[in-house]
């Protein structure tokens, strides 16, 4: 989805090195979500945002941190990377507002980035 | 947590053939989505299911909804080359603080078709 954009796409590192991925939309949403993709196990939640001033952690936020610098931006870094976070990395917004158990969370994700660390 | 467990993990069939993957809770659900996610792109959006007993069509995909919305099942007819990928259940359920909600979603799974 061409509103929700991902940088970079593709990323080689090194054991150890801090590693940043960026996240933008235009979409005007305020949840934002951070998931990480590994064959046949789905779709992992790392941390999530609700708005500017909420970020929570999701299943497997242990070696991964989160920023969110605007409504339209939410960044995931890693400290310092290992092999095993070799994975593919999604970004999603979502509609639904903070409070409103009516809304559906319908997500729109990111196009991915593919990382590997060496 | 609320947990759905979506089977089968991976079907391969031939083209023609029907397919058919299911997603199933322990608990009661307020609703249920369907993603599919092509080779190499991204998860998007299908469909929404609210209503108990629910179906819903889009060309070859059929949607249901259980009677006591624990389960739920996407069936396409006659697949295609162009349905390849890999189909998304995810639910709607509560934070720890039981205010705020948010989509946890199925292992997926994986279709190929031969052609």
């Known amino acids: 989805d061409a509103d929700v954009t991902q940088t970079p796409r593709n990323r080689i590192t090194k054991t150890g090195k801090r590693i940043m991925l960026e996240c933008s939309q235009t979409?005007?949403?305020?949840?934002m979500y951070w998931y990480r993709q590994d064959p046949g196990l789905g779709l992992r939640l790392i941390y999530y945002s609700f708005d500017v001033k909420d970020i929570n952690k999701g299943e497997i936020s242990d070696g991964y941190s989160v920023s969110r610098q605007a409504q339209a931006k939410f960044s995931l870094s890693l400290e310092s990377a290992i092999p095993n976070q070799t994975a593919l990395y999604f970004c999603a917004t979502s509609d639904l507002q903070i409070g409103d158990p009516r809304g559906t969370d319908t997500q729109y994700f990111g196009p991915g980035t593919r990382l590997t660390v060496l | 947590g609320q947990q759905v467990m979506q089977i089968p993990q991976y079907q391969h069939v031939q083209e023609g053939e029907d397919f058919t993957t299911y997603c199933n809770s322990s608990?009661?659900?307020?609703?249920i989505q369907w993603y599919k996610q092509r080779p190499g792109g991204h998860p998007v959006f299908l469909i929404q299911?609210?209503?108990?007993?629910e179906v819903k069509k889009q060309k070859r995909l059929t949607f249901q909804f259980g009677e006591a919305k624990k389960n739920s099942s996407l069936h396409i007819t006659a697949t295609q080359t162009t349905d390849v990928g890999t189909y998304f259940c995810?639910?709607?359920?509560?934070?720890?603080?039981?205010?705020?909600?948010?989509?946890?979603f199925g292992k997926g799974t994986l279709l190929t078709v031969n052609p």
């Open positions: 608990t009661t659900l307020s609703n």
């Open positions: 299911l609210v209503k108990s007993g």
């Open positions: 995810a639910v709607l359920v509560a934070d720890s603080g039981g205010s705020n909600y948010k989509l946890t």
């Open positions: 979409k005007g949403h305020d949840r």
